[in-house]
């Protein structure tokens, strides 16, 4: 049931990793790396922090994994995504370059010279003409007169990406994400955070263009007064030792 939970709510989330350039072994790495953050910060016995074969133990992982999950820096850059090298290489391996350091117009197929052998040099086990369709798809690779290769740009970013997102898990849904589990934890069996959701399974879809603007103004109307509210439970100066993080999150949404 919460496996069922989990794929559907991923869904939204995936979908915009994807649109961010991120495919799904730096997704994979994250979440190995959170699951023995967590094991090593919530799950110690009488006050220690746990060890690496309980951490195996607990998420699944090999030691040897989890050792070397523990001692890297999964999160400025540990994965690359494969498209991400190939323009990398492309970009600065003498073998693709011209005279001046600026990456060649290359044939698609070939032994030395090739987006073919571009594609074996790096980790990557797509066939050579999906990465190229993808690419051209983008508009990162184009096709010249002769019928080369040539490369438009040096950065792999599907889409538009901005800070959206990465402010929207951080501020947004990790929020949520903090109140649903501190809700389901047996040990909070009273103490619980309220958590309220309204829909309609009638929206009339003609009116949602409507219906944004009436929530706009009315979920920024309660925020406001809310906000002020706050500022009445902040900590003095002088006491600023004692500041924590607190407040509330309200969305609209629609299905996709």
């Known amino acids: ?9 991923l869904r939204p989330l995936v979908s915009a990793l994807m649109r961010s350039g991120i495919g799904y072994a730096e997704f994979s790495e994250a979440a190995k790396a959170c699951y023995v953050q967590v094991c090593l910060d919530e799950f110690g016995v009488r006050g220690r922090k746990t060890n690496i074969s309980r951490i195996a133990i607990m998420t699944g992982l ?11 820096e999964w999160h400025n850059g540990g994965v690359s995504n494969p498209l991400s090298e190939i323009l990398h290489l492309w970009h600065t391996d003498k073998d693709f370059q ?3 350091g600026k990456p060649l117009a290359i044939p698609y197929d070939g032994e030395v010279i090739s987006f073919s052998s571009l ?9 050579s003409g999906a990465v190229k369709t993808e690419l051209i ?16 740009r040096r950065e792999f970013v599907p889409d538009r990406v901005d800070d959206s997102l990465a402010e929207g898990l951080l501020a947004g849904l990790k ?5 649903i589990a501190f809700n389901a934890d047996p040990a909070n069996p009273k103490d ?18 409507k219906l944004r603007k009436v ?19 902040s900590v003095e100066d002088g006491d600023e030792d004692r500041a924590t993080r607190a407040g509330i999150g309200v969305f609209y949404f629609e299905d996709t």
């Open 119 to 127: 594609r074996r040099r790096v980790r990557c086990d797509v066939p």
């Open 98 to 100: 011209d005279e001046r």
């Open 137 to 152: 798809r983008m508009g990162i690779v184009s096709v010249s007169e002769d019928g080369k290769l040539q490369v438009n």
């Open 192 to 209: 619980t955070r309220y958590e309220c959701l309204v829909e309609s399974l009638n929206a009339d879809a003609r009116l949602l263009p």
């Open 175 to 179: 929020s949520h994400a903090d109140t």
């Open 62 to 72: 090999s030691r040897k994994e989890v050792r070397r999950i523990s001692d890297a």
């Open 1 to 9: 049931k919460i496996l069922s939970a989990l794929f559907v709510f």
């Open 215 to 233: 929530s706009r103004k009315r979920l920024y109307d309660f925020v406001s007064s809310f906000d002020d509210c706050l500022a009445e439970y």
